[in-house]
């Protein structure tokens, strides 16, 4: 299965700044996958970002929020921005493989104070 | 999308079986069943998928009822690196149009424990 290494791994970040997380798969995958996971809940997707089109935001999600970006066929961003103590989540990102299932990166775990 | 129900928890002690089942009474013709699990501080991981068949792999099998209302997870002998939550997840690889094609939807999952 595909192999993602998510950066960073953790942060702690004041409340009002953003921060940029990014996720590089070894290989080219047409869709990646945002999601968020709250302390003891499930996850969320956020967004399905495509390469060459804007990403495309479930219900509960806006671009300015969390904007993404995808310049290539392995690699996503996904931005928090204006960060508020709500947004401490783990935030996954995902790709699909034909025949085995999809592959989650191990995610970053973001604290605002 | 179609939603599954498992129950919260589940307890097993290590070297037995485990079954753990999830109930899609909903399911359409379409869609598969696949499972993932969250070990602890670690993204969800593949088990197992399958659409009308019973399913094995090296890691688990998959029952899936006839009328494929219901399905279980079977994890032939527990060991403590399969304390986890476990999820069962509908999917259609049918749906299109780029936006919810692929997407899993993630419910509360069951928590496994297992006893040493």
């Known amino acids: 299965s595909a192999v993602i290494s998510q950066k960073p791994s953790r942060d702690i970040c004041q409340r009002g700044t953003s921060l940029t997380i990014q996720c590089q798969v070894d290989s080219q995958v047409t869709m990646m996958f945002w999601y968020r996971q709250q302390p003891g809940q499930s996850l969320t997707l956020i967004a399905t970002?495509?390469?060459?089109?804007?990403?495309?935001?479930e219900s509960g999600f806006v671009i300015d929020k969390f904007p993404i970006s995808r310049p290539n066929l392995t690699f996503s961003t996904l931005t928090v921005s204006n960060m508020s103590p709500e947004d401490s989540s783990i935030y996954l990102c995902?790709?699909?493989?034909?025949?085995?299932?999809?592959?989650f990166g191990s995610g970053t775990r973001l604290t605002v104070v | 999308d179609a939603k599954t129900t498992q129950p919260n928890s589940m307890e097993s002690n290590e070297e037995e079986p485990v079954h753990l089942p999830c109930n899609h009474s909903?399911?359409?013709?379409?869609?598969?069943i696949h499972w993932y699990r969250q070990l602890p501080s670690q993204g969800p991981e593949y088990v197992i998928h399958?659409?009308?068949s019973n399913v094995n792999n090296r890691m688990a099998s998959l029952a899936i009822a006839e009328d494929r209302k219901s399905s279980t997870l079977i994890l032939h002998r527990a060991t403590l690196r399969d304390a986890a939550v476990y999820y069962c997840i509908l999917r259609d690889p049918a749906l299109g149009g780029g936006t919810s094609y692929g997407k899993l939807t993630f419910g509360q999952g069951t928590i496994l424990t297992v006893h040493p």
């Open positions: 909903t399911i359409s013709g379409t869609d598969y």
């Open positions: 995902s790709v699909e493989r034909s025949g085995s299932g999809y592959t």
């Open positions: 399958g659409l009308t």
């Open positions: 970002a495509n390469q060459g089109s804007e990403a495309t935001y």
